[in-house]
């Protein structure tokens, strides 16, 4: 059974910074590309970032560009968003997935990802 567990979702103020982490289990892990998105309330579910299985590169949503850093661990089956200067428009629940196919398609609206997690809350006040 796969599983996907974030965690490290919190509230936190404008300005601060959050650690994500998704935990895999019951998959290949370091064969699949790594993708964190999130939904904020009344919106869309939207790409954050991407990183590819041997971490040889990574993409981010222009949104936060500069402020996010995706990295993983492949020996211990964790992926990381590391999210500094946060603002409160990234108030949102944020999801890791994984998925085989190419890091660009996870740019596309309601991408088909193969696995996805259950998300963590990241709240931002101002």
């Known amino acids: 059974q796969v599983q996907l567990v974030e965690s490290g979702g919190g509230l936190v103020q404008a300005g601060g910074s959050l650690r994500l982490s998704c935990a895999a289990s019951?998959?290949?892990?370091?064969?699949?590309?790594i993708g964190w998105f999130r939904q904020a309330p009344g919106k869309e579910r939207e790409f954050v970032a991407g990183i590819t299985w041997i971490s040889s590169t990574t993409i981010y949503a222009d949104s936060v560009k500069g402020r996010c850093t995706i990295s993983r661990n492949n020996a211990e089956n964790t992926a990381y968003l590391q999210m500094n200067s946060l603002k409160p428009e990234d108030t949102a629940v944020y999801y890791c997935a994984a998925d085989l196919s190419s890091l660009g398609s996870m740019r596309a609206p309601n991408p088909s990802m193969d696995y996805w997690g259950k998300g963590t809350l990241v709240t931002v006040s101002s």
């Open positions: 019951g998959l290949s892990f370091s064969r699949y590309n």
